[in-house]
């Protein structure tokens, strides 16, 4: 009884098989000049200290869909 850590129970259940496809959501793309904005108003709303509107904005419409340049870290 000492291995049951081990089972892979997921390996089990015939209806878990998830694919890559479907773990990817149907958004469209954000371009990089967009997710500049959004920073650059979460930025403001931050010097505010207008913290709640701050996560209200980050959280509203995340960037799932970014294109490949927009998933680099904007300072």
Known sequence: M???RRIDIDALDPESNITLEELIPEVDPISPDEIQQRTSNLRTLLSK???SDAISLATSEPPYGAEELGKVCIN
């Open 2 to 4: 000492d291995n049951w």
């Open 49 to 51: 200290g207008a913290y």
